[in-house]
């Protein structure tokens, strides 16, 4: 359990950020966070420890930090942020966020005395300029998973339990709290429930992913579509291992949102989708939020379309209009295991296909990485500087342990590609 009984409301914040495995603050705060550092500078309790504190000069880094963190680690991070003027600054990336499903729990002060109670006068300037009617949980309840502001001391250690709970229950997201700074000098005089912990997403239902397998061992053409399955290394070998089995091509979009195959694999199927689907007689939708535009705009009548994900419908956009026959909702990488074990059943009764289909894909791959040397040399000479052959002469010097940052939305594909 978690002792929050007699504490300071600031302590009660971190102690129970700490024991919901919150390791990391990233923060832009206002003066409401004051008693929050006062907590930081005490030396915890023996055998505990406090989140470390990592301070920014805006909102939207600091939920852009908090993000990096937990897509690198797989972590939960906290953001601090000031009230009002920080959630509506924040509300861009948090709104990022959201649509990537990356989850963090982002705190921020509010006054309920405004100076009128006992205790510490936050200022003039919370009547006249920092205050919205309704609170900044909801100036941000359309950018985030969900939103609460705390309106009784007595239920903060569980408030922030369950925030903790729900950012990491699938689909993961960004959820908002907001603390009202006079709860933060209060002892508190309760305890929060005894941890859950985080709620893990099932594992897709047993008998859909038995369709699934007998989907693609009965396609002769099948493909993997990706964007944003990759959230673990571990996700990623699973990709191979599948692709390898079905000597199937796993193609990304110019949207990726992460390395969802590696991209020197001969099953890599370069970034076009709409390439494959003519050809394709079924389509393995797997972490895509858009594979292809427009929606209607996909295979044929005849194709059988997969969809697996912790979210797959995209409840949170107002439409997706993707054409699915067999849609499973549960946790990638649990969902490919079970996947993987049931075709290994599959194909020990043979498939002579399958090496001659690997054969072709990998032709593909070279003639497509040929193809694309060509066509980025043949803009060399041209002027002003074309991309094309910009991306491809970075990328022959550029060391291997490079990170490349990028914001590109027009050229994406000519950084992908080249």
């Not at 950018?143 to 729900?166: D, M, Y």
């Not at 933060?184 to 859909?208: C, I, V």
């Not at 396609?219 to 000597?247: D, F, H, Q, T, W």
């Not at 000479?381 to 910009?390: E, G, H, L, N």
Request: with cysteine; charged share 20%; glycine share 10%.
């Amino acid at each position: 359990m978690i002792e929050t009984k007699g504490f300071t409301g600031a302590q009660t914040l971190l102690r129970v950020l700490a024991g919901m495995g919150v390791d990391r603050i990233f923060a832009s705060p206002g003066s409401e966070w004051s008693p929050v550092w006062e907590a930081l500078a005490e030396p915890p309790p023996k055998n505990e420890s406090v989140p470390l504190y990592l301070t920014s000069r805006h909102e939207e880094i600091a939920v852009g930090m908090a993000s990096g963190y937990a897509k690198a680690t797989g972590k939960l991070p906290a953001v601090m942020i000031h009230t009002t003027v920080g959630a509506l600054h924040a509300s861009m990336a948090l709104r990022g966020a959201l649509h990537e499903q990356v989850p963090m729990v982002v705190v921020t002060g509010e006054s309920i005395g405004f100076g009128e109670d006992e205790g510490p006068d936050p200022g003039a300037q919370w009547v006249g300029h920092l205050a919205d009617i309704g609170g900044p949980a909801r100036l941000v309840d359309r950018v985030v998973k969900w939103s609460f502001g705390v309106n009784t001391k007595t239920i903060l250690p569980a408030t922030v339990q369950r925030a903790c709970q729900l950012a990491m229950a699938a689909p993961r997201g960004p959820v908002f709290v907001s603390v009202p700074m006079e709860y933060l000098f209060e002892k508190m005089t309760k305890n929060p429930p005894s941890p859950l912990g985080p709620a893990p997403a099932p594992t897709a239902d047993a008998k859909g992913i038995q369709e699934l397998a007998d989907l693609l061992l009965g396609a002769k053409n099948p493909v993997i579509i990706s964007e944003e399955a990759g959230r673990s290394v571990k996700i990623v070998e699973r990709m191979v291992e599948l692709a390898e089995m079905l000597g199937a091509p796993v193609i990304e979009t110019r949207s990726t949102g992460y390395l969802n195959f590696p991209r020197n694999h001969p099953l890599h199927g370069g970034y076009d989708p709409e390439e494959y689907l003519q050809e394709a007689d079924a389509v393995f939708l797997l972490g895509a939020m858009v594979p292809w535009h427009p929606p209607s705009k996909g295979p044929g009548p005849g194709v059988k379309v997969a969809v697996l994900g912790e979210n797959p419908l995209r409840a949170e956009l107002p439409y997706w209009g993707f054409k699915v026959d067999l849609c499973l909702t549960g946790e990638v990488e649990s969902s490919l295991e079970q996947l993987i074990d049931r075709l290994k059943q599959g194909l020990s009764k043979g498939n002579s296909g399958l090496a001659e289909r690997a054969k072709k894909w990998r032709q593909r791959y070279e003639e497509r990485k040929r193809r694309w040397s060509e066509e980025a040399l043949s803009f060399q000479d041209k002027k002003p500087i074309d991309t094309r052959w910009v991306m491809y002469e970075l990328n022959q010097v550029l060391p291997a342990d490079a990170m490349i940052v990028e914001e590109t939305i027009t050229h994406r594909l000519a950084l992908h590609r080249y």
